[in-house]
């Protein structure tokens, strides 16, 4: 588990794409010492939580999106 979390953390620190968020570091949690990824706070939360609040989205219509936006770049 440790060497996929190395790879993890290496593939996406030299990530550099609009729709992608920066890696900002990471950390190992003290009560179950599984390795956290450390990204910016996003303001409208996880995808998760953005379709518990907005339930006439899909998360089909968010892949899309971000599907579109990726292709276009």
């Not at 010492?33 to 409208?44: A, E, N």
Request: net charge neutral.
């Amino acid at each position: 588990m440790f060497q996929m979390f190395v790879r993890e953390l290496y593939v996406w620190s030299k990530l550099e794409h609009p729709n992608v968020l920066s890696l900002l570091g990471y950390a190992i949690c003290k009560d179950t010492g599984y390795p956290l990824l450390i990204s910016p706070w996003m303001y409208y939360g996880t995808a998760r939580s953005f379709l518990s609040q907005h339930p006439e989205t899909s998360a089909c219509d968010i892949m899309n999106i971000v599907g579109f936006r990726v292709f276009q770049n």
